[in-house]
Every structure is written in C-alpha cells, then in structure tokens.
C-alpha cells in the first residue's frame, strides 16, 4: 500500500527532521503563485505606463499581499502538518484553485483603484474564501489527530474564519476605495495577529527552519521570474521595432535586465537565512512577515522592466525619467529591506552595511540624474543593474567575515 492511498495521522512532523526537503506538491502549488504574481505585475506595469502611478501602487501593494499572505499560510501549515496523503493532496489542490481565482480579479481590482469609485475585488476575495476553506479544513483535520497543539488549531481557525467573514461583507457593502481600504485594516489586523498568537501563546506548530527557508528562497525566486519577464518584454519591443532591431541599445537591455536578476539572486542567497532560524525560532515573525516586502520588491522591479518596453514602443507616458524610477525605487526598496531584515533579525547595527547601503542609493540616484540629462534609457538602466553588485563586491571583500562573526554571537 502506498503512502498516498491511506490517510495518514496529522500529529505534526519532527521539526528537526533531517534531509526535509520541498515536496513535488509544494513545488506544483508554487507555479499558481507564478501566476498570479505576473497579472499583477502586468497590471503594474500597464498602471504606470498609462500615468496611473498612485492607484497602480496602492493596488499592486494590495494584490501583492493578498499573493504573500495566501503562500505563507499553507506554507507554513504544511512545513508543520503535510502528510502528502491523498486528503492533503486534494486539500492543496482546492487551494490552487483558489489562487488562480484570486488571480483572475486581480485586474478587475487594479482597474477599479484607479476609477476610485467602488472598490471591485469580488473575486479576488471569492478565490481567497476558495482558499481559506481547503486550509480550514487541513486545520480541522490537525485539531483532531493533534491534541497537545489544539489550542494553536483553535486560533488558527476561528481567526481565519472571522477574517474571511469580514472580508466578504466588505466585498459585497457598496463601498469606495478609500473607504473600502479603511474598514479592511479590521480583518488585516486579524489575520496578521492570529499566528502570533498561536505560536506565541498556545504552544505553536512544529514547523521545520530549514524547510522554511528553503520554501521561502523557492518564492524568491518565483519572483524573481517576474525580472526574467519583463527583460523578454524589452528584447520583445525592441527586436520587433522595425527602426532599432539587434542594436547596441538592445544588448545593453538585455545585460541590464538578466544582470539585475541575477544580481538580486545572489544578494538574498547570500544570506544563511536557514542557520539563522534555526538558532533563534522565536525571529520568525520578522523574518516572516518581512518577506512580503521582499518579494513585493522583486515582482515590482519586473514590472519596471516591463515599463520599458511599453516606452520602447510608445506607449507610456511615463518619459524617460520616469521609466527608470520605476526599476531604481524598487530595487533600492529591495536592498534596503534586506539590509533592514538581516540587522533586525541578528540584533546588529553594523557600520559596513551602512556604507554598503549610502554607495547601493548612490548608484540609483546616479541611474535617475543619468536619465534626467538625457542619457539612453538602455544606459540608465545598466547602471541600476550595478546595484547589486555593491552588496555582492562587499560581501565577497570583506562581508563574509562580518556574517560569520554574527552567526558567532547569534
């Protein structure tokens, strides 16, 4: 009898189980996330170029929550409790459908935050209770085979379950944004403080740091997938411009583009995110909850890229300037995020990271008055994609030492 065709006991893994690894499900669950990350960049990027900046902000920072949040609660759930039987597989399956259902009103959400009149994100939140009721479930499920962890399964449910409640009646009140946006701070509010509470006061989830780690490195670099898109949407716009075709300013995009991703790769790679949970568990709300700005970043500098090639083909109103700000700002968010969330984690405030971090907003800065003398966009974004490489060039000089220093006293 195989694993998968019985039901195995939900009484949580070991969370010091050696060799554990992201499932085959995991991974398949992920690709929904490359989805729904690409509409909203797409939509981002489709914002700004139409001069939309405020209202293609406010809603990407909504959608790209929405994303973060529905991947880190199974995420987490899963790296305590996946027994990869038959009902866990079923269970993640409802939950893919979920997300691509959320993904699919992700546009009809952007378009009404830029209308400013009522807010649309009925289906975004019909794929969230989608979602939210397959998880549910996988909870009910531990509540059940998991009696020493009941309390923590309690939380888990009745703050989720009153958190999709809120949400749906917002959904479905006439309200406009604004207002929309202010009465959704109560279930927020919610469901960032029901894990909190779990695991903080009644016993908490065995989850394992280094499955952790290693999942949330896979979204990154989901994210990261979104750079990989916008750059194919450059070389798209160029190459297939009967007046530019293979030009030098086409090769400069194409390094400046695959450059800066790769960059950003080797920055958050850079960093033993896995050592450090392990040695100090009671961080991973801060670790946590601070990747959703991570990966914000990440998606929102594809969509950057992807603002370039609209300009290539005339169809922003952006202008040069503002083209490259849309690739610099989120690519400085991203460093100074980094930086933020490794120095709070290790309780360090070190001077060399300052110095990294004043010569990283010194590049960008560069990039921008490069663009307002009227330097080539091509050229404008090389040099923001040098960014990186002033964290790479000093971790491999001297930053390696400072890590192992603080893992010492970590």
């Given at each position: ?109 952007f378009e009404s935050v830029h209308e400013g009149h009522r807010l ?203 083209t490259v700000l849309s690739v610099a700002i989120p690519v400085g ?28 907003v010194a590049v960008l800065i560069a990039s921008v008055l490069m ?40």
């Amino acid at each position: 009898m195989t694993a998968t065709s019985r039901l195995r006991q939900m009484t949580g893994r070991d969370p010091h189980e050696e060799h554990r690894t992201a499932t085959p499900l995991e991974l398949l669950f992920d690709l929904t996330f490359v989805v729904a990350f690409g509409v909203s960049g797409n939509e981002l990027a489709h914002q700004l170029a139409e001069g939309h900046v405020v209202a293609g902000i406010v809603a990407f920072c909504f959608a790209s929550f929405a994303i973060c949040w529905a991947w880190i609660n199974y995420s987490w759930m899963a790296s305590a409790y996946d027994t990869d039987d038959w009902a866990f597989r079923l269970l993640t399956m409802v939950q893919m459908v979920g997300v691509i259902i959320m993904a699919l009103g992700l546009p009809e959400m952007f378009e009404s935050v830029h209308e400013g009149h009522r807010l649309h994100n009925e289906i975004l939140i019909a794929g969230y209770v989608v979602m939210r009721v397959a998880l549910c479930g996988q909870w009910l499920r531990a509540w059940r085979q998991d009696p020493a962890r009941r309390g923590a399964h309690q939380v888990y449910l009745i703050t989720i379950l009153t958190a999709q409640v809120l949400w749906c009646i917002i959904a479905i009140l006439p309200l406009d944004v604004p207002t929309a946006f202010a009465a959704m701070l109560l279930p927020l509010v919610i469901e960032l403080v029901g894990p909190f509470i779990a695991e903080r006061r009644f016993g908490g989830t065995p989850w394992h740091a280094d499955h952790i780690a290693e999942r949330y490195g896979l979204l990154t670099i989901i994210t990261l997938g979104e750079g990989v898109i916008g750059t194919v949407a450059v070389m798209s716009a160029i190459v297939h411009e009967p007046e530019l075709g293979w030009s030098l300013d086409a090769i400069l995009l194409l390094a400046a583009g695959i450059g800066l991703t790769f960059g950003q790769w080797w920055t958050y790679f850079i960093i033993p995110w896995a050592t450090m949970l392990e040695r100090h568990r009671d961080r991973s709300f801060l670790w946590g909850y601070g990747h959703i700005l991570v990966f914000a970043s990440i998606a929102a500098t594809g969509a950057g890229l992807h603002v370039a090639a609209y300009l290539l083909e005339h169809e922003s109103k952006l202008g040069e300037v503002g083209t490259v700000l849309s690739v610099a700002i989120p690519v400085g968010a991203y460093a100074l995020v980094l930086y933020l969330l490794y120095n709070s984690f290790m309780h360090v405030i070190d001077l060399f990271h300052i110095v990294l971090v004043v010569l990283t907003v010194a590049v960008l800065i560069a990039s921008v008055l490069m663009a307002v003398a009227g330097v080539p966009v091509a050229w404008c974004l090389v040099v923001v994609a040098l960014t990186p490489v002033v964290t790479i060039v000093g971790y491999e000089v001297v930053g390696h030492r400072h890590i192992a220093d603080h893992l010492e006293t970590l």
